[in-house]
């Protein structure tokens, strides 16, 4: 699961380093963001 | 031709007609500390196979974005791009075929390009565009010469919205020109006041919608202040399908739109080549960096087309000349092109909706994860979350887990073990 880019890669001293950007093109699916759900929920 | 190698006595004229003894007087702008006095040691050279072993190791190590679920943007996203459009690019005319400065045998370039900026300058709401940039931020920090040469001024103000690598080429540029560049800190919820900052000193406020964070801007009141104060307001994008759905930069009265085309009909490519678009207002033609193609009639009187405006440095004087970057990605061009011909308006707006839709809907689910707060409000195809901890952490070990039945590869299975 590539979830996303960590605002702190592009910002490392902006303070930003709980902030994720995630971006949903027409490539993903309905199961595709079940599984970002069910990864995300897994790793908290 | 044959080919002469040089002696030393003309490398010795060469450099004494130019004023210097030795050839690393050249090199002197880099720091002393930088330059190896000699090579490092470096292994015994190996076979093809050895080699081809060795980097299909270190590759294997990586996860592909077709592998599995993909949810990465910040600048570059992962779009369908139709088989036909790699068929076509790949015709042995186009591969070849790139400079159109011979209109006599380049016709089908330059009606490709004359196209492309046709559909740029619809997608954007412009009076004019170009005939494409080396990429979406380098075409900013050109937008950003380009006002100083309007205006007159030196002082560029940059969105806490603008992506960060957009901002810092913006200011690489700046700092060989001596220009000044006011960069706002980064602003995730859209709620800084840019109409502030604008004084008579400032030549051009840059502002990117949809923003690095997903914000949806309404540029309009900033496109007034700007008006007011004699500055110009440049409109940045890096996810061109938006065009599809929002309200162009060009409704909202910017007065140079540039951004990144990757989205259409081009894949990630590992971060580049990528494709710049640029727009601009008639009245701005002439200070337009890049090339810029038009149409006319022959000596029969039959439509053709040439190059109308090359005032890159390679063209005219290096003073006068609007822009030193003197190439752009054709074959990405092209491929922009031909996607956008396939998808037409209505299949452009469909294509959108359905990337706005599959936002909203993967919001709504996060939204409901107990910890995570969705802090965008208003979003095109990308917003941001907030996360408990480290958001680097966090993706780093959804990465890292076993593969769900989302996943599409085996191989990438196998890598981590997954017995799903």
């Known amino acids: 699961m590539l979830a ?10 902006a303070g930003l380093d709980d902030l994720i950007v995630v971006a949903n093109t027409e490539v993903n699916t309905d199961e595709d963001r079940a599984a970002f759900v069910a990864a995300l929920e897994g790793v908290l | 031709m044959r080919y002469h190698p040089l002696t030393d006595a003309d490398r010795q ?44 190791r270190l590759a294997a190590m990586n996860v592909t974005a077709s592998e599995v679920p993909f949810f990465v943007g ?19 005319e186009f591969l070849t075929s790139y400079t159109p400065y011979q209109p006599e045998i380049a016709q089908g370039t330059l009606q490709y390009l004359f196209e492309f900026q046709t ?17 979406g931020s380098t075409g900013a920090a050109e937008a950003v010469l380009m006002a100083h040469r309007i205006t007159r001024r030196k002082k560029a103000i940059l969105s806490g919205g ?26 995730v919820t859209a709620a800084e006041n840019l109409i502030a900052r604008i004084d008579a000193d400032t030549s051009c406020v840059v ?19 700007c008006q007011k104060h004699g500055a110009l307001l440049i409109a940045v994008f890096t996810e061109a399908m938006s065009l599809g759905l929002v309200t162009p930069p060009g409704e909202m009265g910017a007065d140079i739109v540039v951004g990144e085309g990757q989205s259409i009909g081009n894949a990630l490519n590992f971060g580049g080549p990528y494709v710049g678009l640029f727009a601009a207002k008639q009245k701005y033609l002439r200070q337009m960096p890049g090339r810029l193609c038009g149409e006319t009639v022959d000596a029969e009187g039959k439509r053709g087309f040439v190059l109308t405006l090359s005032t890159r440095e390679q063209h005219i004087r290096r ?13 990405c061009c092209l491929a922009f092109t031909i996607h956008m011909t396939l998808l037409g308006e209505t299949g452009l707006k469909r294509v959108a909706a359905v990337n706005h839709a599959n936002a909203c809907d993967l919001a709504d689910r996060l939204d409901e994860v107990e910890g995570v707060e969705v802090v965008t409000t208003s979003f095109f195809n990308e917003f941001t979350m907030r996360v408990p901890g480290k958001a680097a952490q966090v993706v780093e070990k959804m990465a890292g887990r076993a593969c769900s039945p989302a996943c599409r590869s085996r191989a990438c299975c196998r890598r981590r073990g997954s017995t799903t």
């Open chain 1, 4 to 13: 996303g880019v960590p605002v702190s890669r592009l910002l490392p001293k």
């Open chain 2, 13 to 56: 004229l060469m450099l004494g007609r130019i004023g210097v003894s030795h050839i690393d007087e050249l090199f002197a702008d880099i720091p002393a500390g930088k330059l190896q006095k000699k090579l490092p040691r470096l292994p015994l050279g190996k076979t093809e196979l050895e080699v081809e072993r060795h980097l299909g």
């Open chain 2, 74 to 92: 910040a600048g570059a996203y992962k779009h369908h791009v139709p088989a036909t459009v790699d068929h076509l690019i790949q015709r042995s």
């Open chain 2, 119 to 135: 559909q740029v300058a619809n997608l954007t709401a412009m009076d004019v565009a170009n005939a494409s940039m080396y990429d």
């Open chain 2, 162 to 187: 603008l992506h960060p690598h957009y901002a810092e080429v913006i200011e690489t540029v700046s700092a060989m020109a001596s220009d000044t560049v006011e960069r706002m800190a980064p602003d």
């Open chain 2, 207 to 225: 502002v990117q919608t949809p923003d690095f964070f997903g914000n949806l801007r309404d540029l309009t009141k900033i496109a007034e202040a």
């Open chain 2, 319 to 331: 003073d006068k000349a609007t822009s030193n970057i003197c190439t752009n990605s054709g074959l």
